[in-house]
């Protein structure tokens, strides 16, 4: 079982980022998706998931309207768009696989090495 975030990178206040999360060893279907951060000297905390059919969503109130959870269970992939992007958004990203709702990291028990993300001018 292996979760692997890809897309992070540098990006400018107001700009988007991609992110991806590909699975192998098991199959995204049956699992929600989470996405967590973890800024500097902070707690990691949750920032949006999808249920395992992909038809509810949640999200954290700072990302609201600028965040977008998907997932293709076909290619066994999650993704995250971020527009927007603010400084404050910076911090390594995860995603994990277990259970949508609720966005708590207790309910999943599969996760990522996580993707850097810098938002920075």
């Known amino acids: 079982v292996q979760l692997v975030e890809s897309g992070g990178g540098l990006v400018q206040p107001g700009g988007s980022l991609r992110l991806s999360c590909a699975a192998s060893g098991f199959t995204v279907d049956y699992y929600g998706i989470g996405w967590f951060r973890q800024a500097p000297g902070k707690e990691r905390e949750g920032v949006s998931c999808?249920?395992?059919?992909?038809?509810?969503?949640y999200y954290a109130d700072s990302v609201k309207g600028r965040f977008t959870i998907s997932k293709d269970n076909a290619k066994s992939t999650a993704y995250l768009q971020m527009n927007s992007l603010k400084p404050e958004d910076t911090a390594v990203y995860y995603c994990?696989?277990?259970?949508?709702?609720?966005?708590?990291?207790?309910?999943?028990?599969?996760w990522g090495q996580g993707t850097q993300v810098t938002v920075s001018s």
């Open positions: 994990a696989a277990g259970s949508c709702p609720p966005l708590e990291a207790s309910s999943f028990g599969a």
């Open positions: 999808i249920s395992s059919s992909g038809g509810r969503t």
